[in-house]
């Protein structure tokens, strides 16, 4: 297999090349990757519990990790620190707790309603026109108003941090100029400078939503912010938002996508509601939009029987655990009937598992509940596969684009 075939199946069939990292004893070092993959089950679980061992350092990239003259079209903005997908240890457990307290049961439970509208509303606009483009019509604005409300932003303010996080993803991921990626990095300091008023308006008249929440946390008393606590604060509210809109919009997608490439399974789920639950479990299960998490050895580690060196990059198959046989009977078929979903990992496991996963499963839920009520006779548009982009992970991007029809 010549490099570039390599990287082409790790990119576009993620899932054949899992398949292969699975049969192997352990984790295997991928040169068109230049990581270590951990694909097993087990070893991915424990991968994950063994932070001190594999390090989220370089989970997400830092502003350090940009240009100079990138960096300058940042300056000025509060933000850019460490957060709590990319720390560890005390360090971790501080960011953590915050987001433990903030994202009760109880918080979520309020939320579902407003969910519920929202995803209503959503389908107002378009069932009547016959088709509508999904991502862009239900998905990406039913993700943004979940966190966004959680956070407490007001409705404009939701669009204007969706602005910025598309900006991030330019400034920090997809393979443009220098030029595009300075302006990308001036419209995400604006969304910066954005939550960096909420936080302070928040300080001074605090409201019942998280960003209050993660303001009394990372800031206890009473006076003005500190320069160090805006930043905190400011980080760990950007991070919020976008880590909430940039997995739930591609997750609700593939999730209809693959219900309706199943097309017994839709019939089934109109039939039977009672069945939503598990269809999101087994769509998580199936075909996740993270398909791995960035890891680094803190020192030389063994893993699966294998040594791996200190200092190599480490990508945590999420996605691969899902589908090992070991765990999952018929692991490449689609069934909302599964007993076993549960036991999917694609929240992650560990001190790291996502402090947003109950938010998903009820917009999930809500998505599920409003098309299998409004919409039965839906389907792919004529031809339609859905179109991929670019990703931040080990595969030709999630959905962006889905056509449907009814």
């Known amino acids: 297999m010549t490099a570039s075939s390599e ?48 390090s989220s350092a370089n989970t997400l990239p ?44 109880a918080r979520i439970e309020a939320v579902v ?38 956070l407490g932003l007001e409705p404009d303010d939701i669009g204007r941090a969706v602005r910025g996080t598309s900006q991030a993803l330019v400034m920090h991921f997809l393979p443009v100029g ?33 960003c209050t929440a993660l303001v009394a946390a990372f800031a206890p008393g009473e006076g003005e912010l500190t320069l160090e ?10 991070n919020l938002f976008i880590a909430g809109f940039i997995t ?26 009672e069945l939503i639950p598990a269809a999101v479990e087994e769509a998580l299960r199936y075909d996740t939009s993270l398909q791995s998490v960035r890891r680094v050895t803190t020192a030389p580690a063994t893993l699966g029987g294998v040594e791996i060196p200190a200092g190599a990059t480490v990508l945590v198959a999420l996605a691969s655990a899902n589908r090992d046989p070991a765990v999952h009977d018929r692991p490449d078929e689609f069934d909302i009937t599964r007993v076993a979903s549960g036991r999917q990992v694609s929240f992650g496991h560990g001190p790291h598992a996502c402090v947003g ?9 809500a998505t599920l509940r409003v098309l299998t009520e409004r919409l039965p006779g839906l389907r792919l548009a004529p031809q339609e596969e859905g179109t991929m982009g670019h990703s931040v992970i080990p595969r030709d991007g999630s959905l962006h684009v889905l056509n449907l029809a009814w």
Not at 35 to 42: C, G, K, L, Q, S
Not at 229 to 238: A, T, Y
């Open 62 to 105: 830092m502003d350090d990790d940009l240009s100079p003259a990138v960096r300058a079209g940042l300056a000025g903005s509060v933000g850019g620190g460490r957060v709590v997908v990319n720390s560890d240890g005390a360090e971790h457990r501080r960011y953590r707790a915050p987001l433990l307290a903030g994202l009760t049961p």
């Open 229 to 238: 606590q805006r930043h905190e604060i400011v980080s760990n509210l950007q």
């Open 7 to 54: 990287s082409d199946i790790w990119f576009q069939d993620p899932y054949a090349a899992y398949a292969h990292g699975r049969a192997q004893h352990g984790p295997t070092f991928v040169p068109a990757l230049n990581a270590w993959v951990v694909a097993r089950h087990d070893d991915v679980l424990e991968a994950l519990r063994r932070a001190d061992d594999f």
């Open 113 to 150: 309603p407003v969910v519920a509208g929202h995803a209503r509303a959503l389908v107002d606009v378009f069932a009547d026109a016959g088709r509508v483009e999904f991502v862009s019509g239900f998905a990406a604005p039913l993700a943004a108003g979940a966190i966004g409300h959680l």
């Open 178 to 210: 220098e030029e595009e990626k300075i302006a990308a990095a001036r419209e995400f300091a604006a969304m910066r400078s954005m939550f960096d008023d909420y936080a302070q308006r928040r300080r001074e008249q605090p409201r019942d939503d998280l």
């Open 248 to 273: 739930a919009t591609p997750l609700l997608g593939t999730m209809v996508l693959n219900l309706l490439r199943h097309r017994e399974q839709w019939e089934a789920l109109c039939a039977d509601p």
């Open 357 to 365: 996963a109950q938010l998903f499963r009820e917009e999930a839920k």
